[in-house]
């Protein structure tokens, strides 16, 4: 062998960067691999738009086929994103024994038990270092560095254009639509920005590092997914008040053989090591048994970044055929065999603190009627504020409690919501006060 040969599907904004990585960076990765490099083919359905780099139009084809047949090639980088054709085009470069690397979440939060069986049945390695948290070293990290430790939560800020927005609507007291609009002005947010406003984009990421740490497959659609097109710079204020940040959370936890799988608005404190990571950045918490609490963080998305880890996991591969061996390490950090099937814990059955915000008739014995009803389902309050006073105006309430079960504070709001002096419909956020 006296060089290793890479195929490039997707000529969008990574697979631009990853064209830049061999271009400014080819010398170093021969030098760190011992043999060279090369970049092959590239196949993309628009091959004529200018991308910003040179290359050689002998590479260019709009014919996937043709590179996903070409045997010279060993590596293929899958950066089209989506499910179809990605799917097909993974599946048939593992059939013709070539190992992927790939930045596609989606894909792999849907079809990765497929992808990842007909890897193992094919001995080649899938690797997705940049489907999670861009540039940060997410995954490699859990299955190789800290594979000594069981985890029993994970905690992530997991999406960058939610956290800019959430970071602007904190900053500058704007409301969701108002930074939106101007992210997407900016580039930080899609033109349809449903899949990461909504949580999507962060779900996909957080089947996949539940699956790492806890050795089983989490089905993507079981992940309870709320997102933060209804967070209000109103409560952001209230949570800062109060000392908390508001934050889109990915929480993985392990409970007595039970997942939970949640990513929602959740109130960290303020003091906390996530609350400071702001804007586009991306944030995994993780805490294993032996090595304890660690923390990593860095670009999320972009170019730059994500071709980091697209070419980390080339070469990754590549050292693994120029030294002979079989794929170093499962996909999912364990062999199929091994992988349990878990179930992930109905949120009617979750404990957590929460915020709770009223919109009520401001007059005597309204908080008594509240704090009734709350003590009726058990929820204890732990803190409350009624900030402003307008004759013949609603006037917020704001209730933070202790930990409560869900199923009893939906209930008790549902109750609170009927009586007459609520004005329109009552509001709760999650609240984690331990990251451990
Ligand atoms: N759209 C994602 C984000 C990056 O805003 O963080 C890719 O998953």
Avoid: W
């Avoid at 349809?192 to 406003?197: A, H, M």
């Avoid at 915020?355 to 008594?368: A, E, I, K, T």
């Avoid at 917020?396 to 202790?402: K, N, S």
Wanted: include cysteine; hydrophobic fraction near 45%; glycine fraction near 10%.
């Amino acid at each position: 062998m006296d060089k290793i040969n890479v195929g490039l599907l997707g000529f969008g904004t990574i697979g631009t960067g990853v064209v830049e990585v061999f271009q400014k960076n080819g010398d170093l990765l021969q030098e760190r691999l011992g043999l060279p490099l090369e970049l092959v083919r590239i196949a993309d359905l628009d091959i004529t738009t200018d991308r910003g780099v040179t290359v050689d139009p002998g590479l260019l084809s709009t014919d996937a086929d043709a590179l996903l047949e070409d045997p010279s090639i060993q590596v293929v980088i899958e950066l089209i994103g989506g499910y179809e054709p990605a799917r097909t085009f993974v599946l048939k470069a593992i059939s013709q024994g070539k190992h992927v690397v790939t930045a596609n979440k989606a894909l792999l939060a849907k079809h990765g038990d497929e992808i990842f069986a007909a890897a193992e049945s094919a001995g080649v390695n899938v690797m997705f270092e940049a489907a999670v948290g861009g540039g940060i070293p997410i995954i490699s990290a859990i299955k190789e560095n800290l594979c000594a430790n069981r985890f029993h939560s994970l905690f992530g800020i997991l999406n960058g254009t939610c956290n800019y927005i959430l970071t602007r609507m904190a900053d500058d007291g704007d409301d969701f639509e108002t930074v939106l609009k101007d992210a997407q002005e900016k580039g930080y947010a899609e033109a349809d920005p449903t899949f990461d406003v909504e949580g999507i984009d962060t779900a996909h990421k957080l089947a996949l590092l539940c699956g790492l740490c806890f050795g089983t497959s989490v089905d993507f659609d079981s992940i309870y997914t709320e997102g933060i097109s209804k967070v209000t710079a109103l409560d952001i204020q209230f949570a800062d008040a109060f000392g908390y940040k508001l934050k889109l959370l990915a929480i993985g936890k392990m409970d007595n053989g039970e997942i939970e799988a949640r990513v929602h608005p959740t109130m960290i404190p303020e003091s906390y090591p996530l609350a400071d990571i702001d804007g586009v950045f991306n944030a995994v918490r993780l805490v294993g048994d032996f090595v304890g609490p660690v923390l990593l963080s860095g670009h999320g998305a972009g170019s730059e970044a994500t071709a980091s880890a697209v070419m980390g996991d080339v070469v990754s591969v590549a050292r693994d055929l120029v030294t002979g061996c079989s794929p170093h390490s499962p996909a999912m950090a364990c062999p199929r065999s091994v992988v349990r099937d878990l179930s992930i814990k109905p949120m009617s059955d979750i404990v957590s603190s929460y915020y709770l915000r009223f919109f009520v008739n401001d007059q005597p014995g309204v908080l008594g009627t509240i704090t009734g009803i709350l003590g009726k389902y058990q929820i204890s309050i732990e803190s409350m504020m009624q900030p402003h006073r307008h004759e013949a105006e609603a006037v917020p309430i704001v209730l933070m409690t202790h930990e409560a079960n869900e199923s009893n504070i939906q209930a008790a709001l549902t109750e609170i919501d009927r009586q007459d002096v609520i004005q329109g419909e009552s509001l709760f956020i999650r609240i984690e006060n331990r990251l451990d």
